[in-house]
Each structure stands twice: as structure tokens, then as C-alpha cells.
């Protein structure tokens, strides 16, 4: 007889991640009686279906599901040793098999064993002696259906992939070893970024110009996902380009609102979804911690010494990517030395714990007060960091949580 596939399957249907394209889907017959194997061993032939095994109880038949993948199963209810509802309460428990599709061919006929048999997972439930008509069209409908949620799997697999793949891409464009302080720099650095999902659209970067200025800056853009990840690549690239690209021949640099805001009409260039980005953009002179500084609608800032801590205000302007015509301010401070800044995203004082409390500006200001005059750059960042996950707990993150924290060192102590 001419095989004929099953309804919607072709005979180069992808029924298997685990096979190659055409292979005939593999089915385990599970009964304890030889005539009903082979009745339904044949009747599966004469359909076209080649990769057939059998297993005469459900000891059997579970070590063969521990040894083979299959597509379908065709399984007796009663049988000695392992009974079929013992199969099917194993089965639920494996992960790897728990959506393997089991069709129960049974002669009970008691609604209470039918109701089990779904209870427990199986997916239709065919009475002895069963009809072949019948037969084919649940074993066509049932494979079909195998068919799909495995392209499903298989392309959820492939999204995955790339997700991790974007992750570590995105992870790499931010740096992640911070330089040593030396009499020459006396800066301790330190900064961490979490995703919220595989790929987020928090930013941190750092770098030394010509002249000798250490640029640093946290940013947030808005929404989350791969189309927020690539604003904040363009966003970073900009900040650099312009930097290096604005600072004349033998001269200084250019000062941040003047950057911000050569940034920004760049952003705002073929921005047809309206995405921006908020970001805090400084440059710091390390020999003696003059501080110019430029706010684009980000959180505040916090200074952190001996007394405590205080935020840093003004130099506050728009949000990045939205009017092009948009002209920024520049903020000045000195860090003494010992004295740090603080910068991060509202990914950390919008976490929220499962009951939807969030940790708030308060709870940060008491991490950061907490031994703020003697602790490095690396220990602010962890501090706030295991305060957040500590009170977040098992709930799942609402938001990127990005921090940056640079504390100018005593030139004469290293």
C-alpha cells in the first residue's frame, strides 16, 4: 500500500527537532495482549507509518522512553507490573517528555478511568475494539499537532539563541574591567548593568580624551528589548564620536551641554518612533576634581563623603532624541579627595518586590549613607546592588538597573 501521510503532513513534513526532514514519525505500542500489538502494529503499516516499536507492560515501555524519542504513544490502560496510568503519571513528571502526546486504546469503558487518563495527560482515549477509521484520523490529527509544536520549539529555540547571542554583544559594548588608580589618576571607578529581559536599554560608558579628561555617563532609553538596545548603541557611539570629533587641534575638549546637544540633533535625525533616551554626562579634570556636568532628564546624581551624602543638582535639560533645537546647561562641582559620585538608572529605585512595594529613593540614601566615607567605588556599586536583589526578591525585574559610582583618590597615598 502507498503511503499515505497524515492530514496536513507531507512526506517532507519536519515532524522531529530530532530527525532529519521526511523521517516517518516514531510511535511506541504499548499493550500486554500479542493479537492487539499485532493488529495494531498492521494497521499502522498499512497507513505508512514505518518507525513502529512495541512494549508488552509499562516497565517496558518507560525504559523505551528513556532510550528512543518517539512521537506518539498508543497506550493500554490495563497491564501487569506498570499499568498505563502509571505510565502516564511518570511521563508527567519528565520534563523532556511531559508534552509527548499519548492516545489511550483501552476496553474500559468507565467514564472515571476516561476522566483519569486525561487527568494525567493523554490526549484522546480510543475503545476496544478500536475503529481503524478512527484510528487514522486521531493519529493523523495528534501527529499534526506534534508536527507544529515542534517548528514552534524549535523556533522559540532559535529566538533564544539570538536573545543570549544580543545579550553578550550588548554586555561587550560596555566596559567591563575598570582601569587601577595611579598617582596619575587617582580614580577609583566602578559601574554594573543588569537587563531587565536578554537585552535591555541602559547604558554606561567611560573614557579618557586627549586632554586628559575622564568622561563618564549612565542612561536610560526608553522601552526595553532589542530596538531599545540599539538606541543605546547609537546613543554611546554619538557621545564618543562627538566627543573626540568636537575638541579642536591642541585644544581642550568640548564642554558637555555642548556635546549633549550635538548628540541629541543627531538623535533626533529619522527618529520616526519617537524614542529617547535620558542620560547624566560628565567630565571630571582628575588631578583636581573640577567636575562639568550636563542632566538630559536622568536621575539625579548623588555626592558622597565624610558628612554624608547630597544629591547633585542643575544643569537639568530634556530628554535626548525628541527637539532638535534643544539647548542644555552646564553644571560645575569639584570632588574633593575621598569624595565620590553616584550615578545610576530608575531601574533602581523602581524595583518593586512581589507585594509591588518600590525601593524608593529613601531606601538608596540609607545604602548609600551606610559607611559612604570610606567605602571604593566597587563597594558602593555591590552595597546597592545586594540591597536591591535582597528586596526585590523572587519577583521579576520591572526594569534595567544600571549604576556608576567614580571616587577620586589622595594622589599622595597611592
Not at 567636575?291 to 535639560?317: D, M, S, T, W
Request: glycine share 8%; net charge negative; charged share 25%.
Amino acid at each position: 500500500m502507498v503511503y499515505s501521510p497524515p492530514p496536513g503532513m507531507t512526506r517532507n513534513s519536519k515532524v522531529s527537532g530530532n530527525r532529519p526532514m521526511g523521517a516517518s514519525p516514531r510511535i511506541l505500542v504499548v499493550d500486554d495482549n500479542d493479537d492487539n500489538l499485532y493488529t495494531l502494529k498492521l494497521h499502522l503499516d498499512l497507513e505508512g507509518y514505518t518507525e513502529i516499536e512495541t512494549a508488552r507492560d509499562g516497565e517496558e515501555a518507560i525504559a523505551r522512553l528513556k532510550a528512543s524519542a518517539f512521537d506518539l504513544v498508543l497506550l493500554d490502560v490495563m497491564m501487569p507490573k506498570v499499568d498505563g496510568f502509571e505510565v502516564l503519571s511518570w511521563l508527567r513528571d519528565q520534563t523532556r517528555l511531559r508534552d509527548l502526546p499519548v492516545i489511550m486504546i483501552s476496553a474500559l469503558t468507565e467514564m472515571n478511568s476516561m476522566a483519569r487518563c486525561i487527568e494525567l495527560g493523554a490526549i484522546d482515549y480510543l475503545l476496544k475494539p478500536f475503529n481503524p477509521v478512527l484510528l487514522k484520523a486521531r493519529l493523523g490529527a495528534t501527529l499534526e499537532k506534534k508536527r507544529l509544536r515542534d517548528e514552534v520549539d524549535a523556533h522559540l529555540a532559535r529566538l533564544q539563541e539570538e536573545l543570549d547571542s544580543a545579550r553578550r554583544l550588548q554586555m561587550a559594548m560596555v566596559p567591563q574591567s575598570f582601569p587601577a588608580p595611579t598617582p596619575d589618576f587617582p580614580i577609583d571607578l566602578c559601574a554594573s548593568m543588569e537587563p531587565a529581559r536578554e537585552v535591555g536599554g541602559d547604558l554606561y560608558d567611560f573614557f579618557l580624551t586627549q586632554d586628559g579628561m575622564l568622561c563618564f555617563l549612565v542612561g536610560d532609553v526608553s522601552g526595553k528589548g532589542m530596538a531599545a538596545a540599539l538606541f543605546m548603541a547609537r546613543t554611546k557611539s554619538l557621545i564618543r564620536i562627538a566627543t573626540d570629533l568636537m575638541r579642536p587641534r591642541q585644544g581642550s575638549s568640548a564642554a558637555p551641554a555642548e556635546i549633549i546637544a550635538r548628540v541629541n540633533r543627531e538623535l533626533c535625525e529619522n527618529n520616526g518612533d519617537m524614542m529617547f533616551v535620558t542620560l547624566f554626562f560628565a567630565m571630571l579634570r582628575p588631578a583636581t576634581g573640577e567636575l562639568e556636568f550636563c542632566n538630559a532628564g536622568h536621575n539625579v546624581p548623588y555626592r558622597l563623603n565624610g558628612q554624608g551624602l547630597a544629591a547633585i543638582e542643575g544643569a537639568k535639560g530634556i530628554i535626548l532624541g525628541v527637539r532638535p533645537d534643544a539647548v542644555y546647561a552646564a553644571g560645575r562641582t569639584a570632588l574633593a579627595p575621598g569624595e565620590s559620585i553616584y550615578v545610576f538608572t530608575d531601574g533602581v529605585t523602581e524595583a518593586a518586590n512581589s507585594e509591588g512595594e518600590l525601593f524608593a529613593e529613601a531606601r538608596l540614601e540609607a545604602v548609600l549613607g551606610a559607611g559612604a566615607a570610606c567605602s571604593s567605588a566597587a563597594e558602593i556599586v555591590k552595597a546597592v546592588g545586594d540591597a536591591v536583589r535582597g528586596f526585590v526578591g523572587t519577583a521579576l525585574p520591572s526594569d534595567d538597573i544600571t549604576m556608576l559610582a567614580v571616587r577620586r583618590l589622595d594622589p599622595s597615598a597611592l
